[in-house]
């Protein structure tokens, strides 16, 4: 059965981004709770660039993107308890530990789930960011982002550079987030492939 645009968490209506392959080719789509989107392309092609404009973090240079009605593109939409965007360097603050950053991050009550998920990753939290190697890194924004459970989660090439044990770990803790939210992942590893329930391949976007 299709579903209907207006039970969308996000949609996408005649996007056209800053940079890519679908610059001059305008995107649009709805986003359910419950989806899980492995965005793929070549290298150079606007993955990162499409996922940052769905989440509000770069305006579309054409189109909207709006999230319960809401256009982000407007100033005044508060993202903060919405969206948890992962990015390569899990954007953490250095001078910080990586229990700090994940109390800063987690909502009251839900932090002790992250540290949790970082033990059984072999991942210390007393540690600093600077500590910790990229794969580690990563680790903690995927506690931290499965810890907020917000309505969209955004994830920027999640298994870049990690070894194959490491992404199918990265992945299958991607299978845990709650079928209330919608879930983004760009990246060229084909590692997503079966986690994925539906796919955007921005090498042959229309």
Request: glycine share 8%.
């Amino acid at each position: 059965m299709e579903m209907k645009a207006e039970n969308s968490v996000l949609r996408a209506d005649g996007v056209r981004t800053a940079y890519g392959r679908h610059r001059d080719a305008p995107f649009t789509r709805d986003f359910h709770a419950g989806e899980r989107i492995w965005i793929s392309g070549p290298s150079g092609c606007g993955k990162s660039t499409l996922l940052y404009t769905l989440g509000g973090l770069t305006p579309p240079r054409a189109g909207s993107v709006r999230m319960a009605g809401r256009d982000l593109a407007r100033q005044g939409v508060d993202l903060l308890d919405q969206v948890t965007f992962m990015s390569q360097d899990a954007m953490l603050i250095d001078h910080w530990s990586v229990m700090d950053n994940i109390r800063s991050a987690c909502p009251k009550g839900s932090a002790a789930h992250a540290c949790t998920r970082l033990a059984s990753w072999g991942v210390a939290v007393d540690k600093r960011p600077r500590e910790l190697s990229g794969g580690e890194r990563r680790r903690v924004g995927a506690a931290i982002a499965l810890a907020r459970n917000t309505p969209v989660v955004l994830a920027d090439e999640p298994t870049a550079s990690l070894d194959p044990a490491s992404a199918a770990a990265m992945v299958e803790a991607f299978g845990r987030f709650s079928s209330n939210s919608v879930v983004l992942v760009a990246s060229h590893d084909q590692y997503w492939a079966d986690w994925a329930n539906d796919h955007v391949d921005v090498g042959v976007l229309e």
